[in-house]
């Protein structure tokens, strides 16, 4: 299979702290991996490194066959071809939610307004929140503010959708809402690169999970095998203090 | 007090007015009117430079800024009095050489506080938004400076009441605002400085109080608003994009 995303000897330094050792992985076109690890694991850094949210010192990295981090790459047009989703949503709360969708489709791909209001309308009723449109960030709940990011990212079709923590700042009972948008790209054959501690998610739609610590991917499984027996003892560890949570 | 007010009031709100220029409050209110309006724009772009990752813009305007910020105000009259005239080659009016002088003051000391706010806003909306692939440009125009401009309303306010103090060093240069009034009157009365110059600043004192009031309005509003909005949770780094 056609590798979508493939980092090849990726090394990131913060100053004197080495936070990702020498990353190499893939991900195929239609696939969806699912990221854990402790905080501190590198896992939010490698993330960021694939649409140079975050500069890497070492290695490289392909996005659909283009470098991602090689110099004079047009990064505003190869920033449009991936969707990221963060962990604090980041709306921008000075436009309505059917704005923050519209943005980028008129700025970036010269979409006239009549075309990119029709596609946010399109794409609020796909995460269900068709009556929101006019609505502004702080009048909406976690979960639908974490929808709508959804959407927007979504409003430049992108073929790669990341996902930085995407429920670790909802309350609990907005984390379904959120996932199950996320189960229904994932079965669409959206290509997701997810950081996520949430186990259900990663059992009913993850083809892979990869485990870091210490700024490597120290066990990569499918979900059953990995949670029914992880092999790293830091892996063991880790899901443990998740279950006891 | 009053019969000063009943006598020269008219002179004291807008000079020789309509037998000469216009010249007492209004003067300093349209003074400080066009000043801020005039330095603001300025003040933005001189903001963006500041923030700029070319060195070429960085350096020149944050020697500016700081050039500006530290000199005082008559001095930089002093250079606008007898520069501007060499520089353009024909004599100015006086309250032409008070506007340069309050325009560039007030863009040095506006562009900071334009900065800060730009600099306060959460790192995630810049990142939202060049993720989205919006160039570094259509970030600040559409993402940055809206949200921003909007948060700063009261300190630029408040900017607004320091110029229509400033104003008063017109006086120096001959420049008919409210200051220059004032002596005009004392000027004719002679013994009774004390009463004319109270009045002078009750006036700067109602006018700036007033004014204060309502940028203090402003902000507790824009705090109530922004409380309202998303919380921030640090992230594990804050590498600029």
């Known amino acids: 299979m056609n590798p979508m995303i493939r980092f090849n000897k990726i090394d990131k330094w913060y100053g004197n702290y080495h936070a990702l ?19 501190g694991s590198g896992k939010s850094t490698l993330i960021r490194t694939v649409n140079r949210l975050e500069e890497i010192q070492g290695g ?29 949503f980041n709306l921008f709360p000075h436009l309505s939610a059917l704005d923050n969708i519209m943005l980028a489709p008129m700025k ?11 596609l946010a309308m399109a794409l609020l009723d796909r995460v269900g929140l068709a009556g ?13 503010q974490q929808r709508v990011a959804i959407a927007r990212a979504l409003a430049m079709e992108p073929p790669v959708m990341l996902f930085d923590e995407p429920t670790s700042a909802l309350d609990p009972e907005m984390i379904g809402e959120v996932l199950q948008v996320m189960k229904t790209l994932a079965r669409d054959g959206m290509t997701m690169m997810c950081v996520t501690h949430e186990m259900g998610f990663a059992r009913e739609v993850a083809h892979r ?26 892996a063991k560890a880790f899901l443990s203090d998740l279950r006891t949570h | 007090m009053l019969d000063i007010l009943k006598t020269y009031g008219t002179l004291l709100l807008v000079g020789s007015y309509p037998n000469g220029p ?26 963006l430079c500041r923030i700029s990752p070319y060195t070429a813009l960085r350096v020149p305007s944050t ?74 440009s259509q970030t600040m125009r559409d993402v940055v400076l809206p949200q921003s401009l909007f948060n700063m309303l009261p300190s630029l306010l408040s900017q607004f009441v320091s110029t229509i103090k400033e104003t008063s060093i017109g006086y120096v240069i001959s ?22 110059y109270l009045i002078l600043s009750l006036t700067y004192f109602i006018v700036c109080l007033s004014l204060t009031q309502a940028a203090h309005f402003l902000e507790r509003r824009l705090v109530a608003r922004r409380s309202t909005s998303h919380h921030t949770v640090p992230h594990e780094s804050y590498d600029p994009v």
């Open chain 1, 108 to 118: 970036v791909s010269g979409k006239s307004a009549t075309d990119a209001h029709k």
């Open chain 2, 63 to 136: 020697v500016i800024v700081y050039c500006v910020r530290g000199v005082p105000l008559i001095m930089l009259v002093f250079w606008s009095y007898f520069m501007v005239p060499v520089l353009i080659g024909r004599p100015v009016s006086a309250f032409t050489t008070l506007l340069v002088t309050l325009v560039i003051y007030q863009a040095a000391y506006m562009s900071e506080i334009v900065r800060a706010g730009i600099e306060a806003l959460p790192l995630g909306q810049v990142e939202a938004a060049r993720s989205l692939g919006l160039s570094y």
């Open chain 2, 175 to 196: 420049v008919q605002e409210l200051t220059f009034s004032a002596s005009q009157v004392n000027a004719s009365l002679l013994v009774r400085p004390f009463e004319v």
């Open chain 1, 60 to 88: 490289t990295i392909s996005v659909d066959g283009k470098d991602v981090h090689r110099a004079g790459i047009d990064l505003n047009r190869f920033r449009s071809g991936i969707g990221f989703v963060f962990q604090n």
């Open chain 1, 132 to 144: 929101k449109a006019n609505a502004y960030p702080q009048q909406l709940s976690g979960g639908q």
């Open chain 1, 21 to 39: 050792v020498g990353v190499t992985a893939q991900i195929a076109a239609g696939e969806v991996v699912v990221v854990c690890g402790p905080s």
């Open chain 1, 209 to 234: 999970v990869w485990f870091m610590d210490r700024g490597k991917i120290i066990e990569e499984a499918h979900p059953e095998t990995f949670f029914a027996s992880p092999q790293h003892p830091r």
């Open chain 2, 22 to 47: 216009i010249g007492g409050l209004v003067l300093t209110l349209v003074l400080a009117v066009l000043g801020v309006s005039l330095a603001f724009p300025l003040s933005v772009g001189l903001a």
